[in-house]
């Protein structure tokens, strides 16, 4: 099956920039719906974003508009989100997750990685 390691998270301040990256191998990256997911304490997981094959099409959590931007690299196996403005409320353990063009979930994920805010 897909493998997808996320990396990029850490401690950052309020109005800081991330930026994390979601390497996939161990199967076919190309044609695959890219999403992130995120997960405060105590919180049920929310989708923050999702990106097509082709980039062309993207979707966000409307708290993130205008700051948060998804793209992909395809030839690199690579999906980004970049993350500018943060604020304490996106504090969370943000996961990355695919989903083939004809399963109706998500059904690969990363183990996640950590992103916490500080103010």
């Known amino acids: 099956q897909v493998q997808l390691v996320e990396s990029g998270g850490g401690l950052v301040q309020a109005g800081g920039s991330l930026r994390l990256s979601c390497v996939a191998s161990?199967?076919?990256?190309?044609?695959?719906?890219m999403g992130w997911f995120r997960q405060a304490p105590g919180k049920e997981r929310n989708f923050v974003a999702a990106?097509?094959?082709?980039?062309?099409?993207?979707d966000y959590l409307d708290s993130v508009k205008g700051r948060f931007t998804i793209s992909r690299d395809n030839d690199k196996n690579t999906v980004y989100l970049q993350m500018n403005s943060l604020k304490s409320e996106d504090t969370a353990v943000y996961y990355c997750?695919?989903?083939?063009?004809?399963?109706?979930?998500?059904?690969?994920w990363g183990e996640g990685t950590l992103v916490t805010v500080s103010s």
């Open positions: 161990g199967g076919i990256f190309a044609n695959y719906l």
């Open positions: 997750a695919a989903k083939g063009s004809t399963t109706t979930v998500y059904d690969y």
């Open positions: 990106i097509t094959w082709s980039g062309l099409t993207t």
